[in-house]
């Protein structure tokens, strides 16, 4: 049974700089891609980007929907987002959701159409389109890669809200221990 890490939080570096590509396809890669399946469904997710669980390393996984309902579960390597041109582009304005911001979700207008391209676990060239959830997905989880976060395209007003409440949820009371 694959082992099951942590998610990493906002504000941790490692989500905020660029992730370092692939260069070796072989057991430690699988290893890396196991232990993050188990990690996402153990959070609830739809995706997971390597950096999430501390790894640096530019991998991420997904299990989700697409438009039309049909699922679909992979892992894409060394991924290179592409999405329609600005004047065909339809936004879909979905609340968006991120397990290294637990508890928090905005709206969020992005294409409802992507294609990512990389390369499965063990190396061969992949291709994975998707519509509705699974384009989101794929924006989404290919940005983690690149150091951002979903709340990083928010406006900067949305932006310090959902902060604001994810650090009122995540605070904790310290109470002086009785003398």
């Known amino acids: 049974m694959a082992e099951v890490r942590p998610i990493v939080h906002v504000g941790d570096p490692v989500l905020h700089h660029p992730c370092e590509p692939v260069t070796r396809f072989d057991d ?8 993050m399946f188990a990690s996402m469904y153990a959070a609830e997710g739809v995706g997971l980007a390597a950096n999430q669980i ?35 582009r339809r936004l879909d304005a979905d609340d968006e959701g991120c397990l290294s911001v ?31 959830l699974l384009a989101r997905c794929l924006q989404h989880e290919t940005d983690h890669l690149d150091g951002h976060l979903y709340i990083d395209r928010l406006p900067a007003k949305r932006r310090k809200q959902v902060l604001a409440a994810y650090r009122e949820a995540h605070s904790t009371i310290v109470e002086t221990p009785p003398l």
Do not use: M, S, W
Not at 28 to 35: D, I, K, P, R
């Open 28 to 35: 430690e890669l699988a290893a890396l891609v196991a232990a």
């Open 102 to 132: 637990p508890g928090q979700y905005a709206p969020l207008p992005r294409p409802d159409h992507a294609r990512v391209h990389g390369f499965d676990a063990a190396g061969d060239p992949v291709t994975v389109e998707g519509t509705g």
């Open 54 to 88: 501390g790894v640096p390393l530019r991998v991420f996984v997904y299990d989700c929907p697409d438009a039309d309902g049909r699922h679909h579960k992979g892992v894409v390597v060394n991924p290179t987002l592409e999405l329609p041109e600005i004047g065909e």
